[in-house]
């Protein structure tokens, strides 16, 4: 009996769903290459093309698979919870060094989405001891919803019990056609890397920022029914129509992120409000030289407490998640300031609500508009790097954070009735919104004026704003 016959066997005794599945999948050894090293170990290269592109990575070490699988076990695997979740099935050299771990009573669930990957597996690997382990359990399915079903009841039968593990190149062997399911997998590593220190620090200045007994930015929500509102991001693309919102004062309400805030300032053009959510003292830079000038300013419950209290005007708090302070209006934060504001703005119930410098790519080499607190050059090499639809069409390269802030945007608008514009006029297409020129959006939506700074002082002042 051959190794695949055997494996094939085994599989259809414990996992016959798996085995309908894989039985007729064929190897193209053209794009899915066993290569071996002089000790006749095995590794995958796996060749796909992404955006027209094609490109090839190991799976595997070329030169010592089973020393890296050995290293990769003990630096992911831990011992203080009994249920583990793998992404990424390989040869098995890793499953097999993560079993060995495994203490008693634990159990480890192993996720493939590439049916190609896993059939090699079965063809060149003898994985009778992960096949027949009691402990092992495998998740292997072109269908990316049914393999969220599996995972979601996993995790909400052992509730913070799981620890879930990525094997980085089985996240680049995921289908091109799941590019969602990849990037889901991809944040979930990303979102597992964020250290003590750094919620330490969240933690530090949600503290800090309590004491000021800042009004809840909730104050504000179902104030601004079906009133035109403008979220100002930093986008490269934002210096095409910044000085186009001179015209919609007074026409929209303009609510800037807090890098947003300087370049708007420097054309006379005042939002009327600005964020800013950012943990980081560097966030200062936004409002240095600007700290009296009145303009409302909407700050998450874990902004930087050294940045929030040298604000001097009117300031209030958007509490979120497991910072919601037991209040009655917190916000879905999205991960960006751009995405908090949409958050608001939706909650406000503004009606259009229009994006402007909101790219979230790398346009021209650059992910930041020119006066911006922070822009960055990107290399097509960076290691996260993707590519995402334009919105002429054409593919361009964004990080793993802006595609996330895309996906979480196109969710968040998905069943909301009313209209969503971005008039960024660059960058990466949204599903979900209309795509206009901020001079069109101006000319067709914005018919009426308003005097939103009274507005806002009123409810301000409703609110006992000790600032007002």
Known sequence: MTVLENNLELLKKRYPDIYNEIKNIYVDSNMYRIIENGEGQKT???????????????LHSKYHPHIEADRFAREHYNPEFPTHILYG???GYHIEKIAGLL?????????????TVFKSALENMDLCSILENPCIFLIVSKDVVHISKRVKKIIDDNFDEVNFITHPASLKAIPSENEYFKFVMENWNLKK??????????QNNASENLKLNSPNVGIFFDKFKDVPIIVVSTGPSLDKNIDLLREAKNRALIISAGSALRPLLMRNIEPDLFAIIDPQEATYNQIKGYENIGIPLIYLATAASYTISRYLGPKLVAYYGKYDNGSEYTVDSGGSVATTILDIAIKMGGNPIILVGQDLAYVNGKNHAQHGSHTSIYSPELKNMRRVKGQNGEMLYTSLGLLSYKYWIENRILNEQRIFINATEGGAY???MKHIKLRDVISDYLKESFNFKDEIESILKESGNQYV
Request: glycine share 12%; aromatic share 12%; net charge negative.
């Open 103 to 115: 203490g008693s009573g634990s159990r480890l669930y192993v996720i493939e989405n590439n049916l």
């Open 44 to 58: 995958l290269k796996v060749t796909q093309s992404f955006c027209g592109e094609s490109k090839s990575h190991f």
């Open 430 to 432: 949204i599903e979900g």
């Open 89 to 91: 099935f390989g040869l």
């Open 193 to 202: 890397s964020i250290t003590d220190d750094y919620n330490n620090n969240l």
